[in-house]
């Protein structure tokens, strides 16, 4: 059972699916568009178009890949687990109480460390810079309940 739970993600202003609506009925305009000026004899219009809609489809497929991104970090017991997902992958990491250690930076690309032994991970990355050391801050507050308890 989850004593206490964060979920970090991009702060995105289209879903994956509305963004797929809005690419076909783009296409859709842009080809007829371009088939009106092909049938009059501009069938470059038509090679341009293509091209377009190409270039515009693989940058909404990147950005839709990523628009689910997000990081899970969550006390469970004497351990904090950190899930971290980024496009079809999926890391999880468990770190004990008992020796982690939290750096949080103050520069402003600088990410939060979570350590522990040999293994660390860097969670932060959706959160803007200012809002990184308050996080941080919260997070050690939790662990230290904890220790306490």
Not at 127 to 134: A, N, Q, T
Request: a positive charge.
């Amino acid at each position: 059972m989850a004593q206490q739970e964060w979920t970090l993600k991009r702060n995105c202003s289209i879903s994956p699916r509305q963004l797929a609506r809005f690419y076909a009925s783009l296409c859709f305009v842009s080809l007829l568009l371009a088939g009106i000026f092909t049938l009059g004899g501009a069938w470059l219009v038509l090679v341009f178009s293509v091209v377009e809609l190409s270039a515009v489809g693989a940058a909404f497929l990147y950005y839709a890949r990523h628009a689910c991104d997000r990081e899970n970090i969550w006390l469970s017991g004497n351990c904090v687990v950190v899930e971290l997902i980024e496009a079809d992958r999926s890391r999880q990491f468990s770190f004990e109480i008992s020796t982690l250690l939290i750096e949080a930076s103050g520069l402003p690309s600088a990410l939060i460390r979570i350590r522990s032994g040999g293994t660390q991970v860097e969670v932060g990355r959706y959160l803007p810079y200012y809002k990184r050391r308050e996080f941080a801050s919260e997070l050690r507050q939790s662990l230290a309940r904890i220790a306490c308890s």
